[in-house]
């Protein structure tokens, strides 16, 4: 018996070792246990949404970011492409008056012409003059180099005096002409030319306003011929307009005067810049009238001129 009792309590203590053992890897399993759990955690927080959802929104705001963004470029080039035609419209505007500013050379008169119904310039042949056969050598030179001038389609341009600048003012025709034939004390303005003139003692007054008057008895080819009253301006002498005179024409037996003009006529009709003009004096104004009105004052040999 008492073997059998020591028995048992060997088997008693053997269990309870087991039970032990268990208990402390019960334990240690309980120790290790943990470990996993926050793995497995770890993995459901990384398995989580939360980055791939940030990922959508970071795609859905990058999705969005292009859509609009080709939507402003389509606008903003719809928008370029609509003024890019509006300029060039405006060069087209600013191209028709162009044309304008580059015939002003001649038609700075022509666009006066085109209120006015201007016509044509005239330019006549030495031959088409009545005895310009005869004319003394330096009288038809200086015929022969305003005729000249008259075939260039020059305008009348103001302040000019060089016909390489599309039109000459008449006093600049006279300058221009008398200086190419050998008279280089020629003045540049239509006063001093007559100042000139008077000064050479071969001017001719005349205050008659008929054509047939004595006054004109003397005229002769090649001579200078003066206005004043032709527009405003404040000058002494007061005179504002030169030509020179050409003679009679064969056709017409009229006496013709060629230079430089804004709007005198030839065969009644206006003409504008360097041409043939019909010479005759204009009528007196009407009574009471405050208009600038052209005056002819009178013609005189030019100083110098050799009529051998």
């Known amino acids: 018996m008492k073997w059998l009792l020591i028995l048992g ?63 402003p470029k389509s606008k903003s080039k719809r928008k370029q492409a609509s003024p890019t035609p509006a300029p060039t419209e405006s060069p087209a505007a600013t191209e028709t008056p162009s ?3 580059a015939e002003n050379p001649t038609p700075s008169s022509s666009e006066r012409a085109q209120g006015k119904k201007a016509w044509p310039n005239v330019s006549l042949s030495p031959e088409e003059i009545e005895d310009s056969d005869s004319y003394p050598l330096k009288v038809r030179q200086i015929i022969d180099a305003g005729l000249a001038l008259t ?3 020059l305008g009348y341009t103001y302040g000019s ?8 003012d008449c006093s600049g025709f006279v300058y221009y002409v008398l200086k190419q034939n050998g008279f280089p004390d020629a003045p ?13 003692g071969n001017f001719k007054a005349v205050v008659s306003r008929k054509e047939d008057s004595f006054e004109l008895d003397d005229l002769k080819p090649g001579d200078l011929l003066f206005w004043r009253g032709t527009y405003n301006i404040d000058r002494d002498p007061p005179i504002t307009h030169s030509m020179i005179y050409l003679g009679r024409e064969k056709r017409t037996n009229k006496r013709v005067m060629v230079g430089s003009s804004d709007g005198r006529t030839y065969d009644g009709k206006q003409r504008w810049g360097v041409s043939v003009f019909d010479f005759k004096l204009p009528p ?13 004052v009178g013609y005189g040999r030019i100083p110098g001129l050799n009529e051998d």
Request: one cysteine or more; hydrophobic letters at 25%.
């Open 9 to 71: 309590m060997c088997l008693g203590q053997v269990c309870a070792a087991h039970a032990a053992e268990e208990s402390l890897g019960t334990k240690i399993k309980k120790v290790f246990e943990p470990s996993p759990t926050p793995i497995r955690k770890h993995r459901k927080k990384k398995a989580t949404p939360t980055p791939s959802p940030a990922a959508e929104r970071k795609q859905k705001k990058a999705s969005p970011t292009p859509t609009p963004s080709p939507t």
């Open 151 to 153: 075939k260039q389609n």
């Open 161 to 168: 005096a060089d016909p390489a600048n599309g039109g000459m």
């Open 99 to 101: 044309p304008t500013p």
């Open 284 to 296: 007196p104004p009407k009574s009471g009238d405050a208009k600038i009105s052209p005056v002819f």
């Open 188 to 200: 540049r303005d239509s006063s001093q030319q007559y100042v000139w003139v008077r000064k050479g």
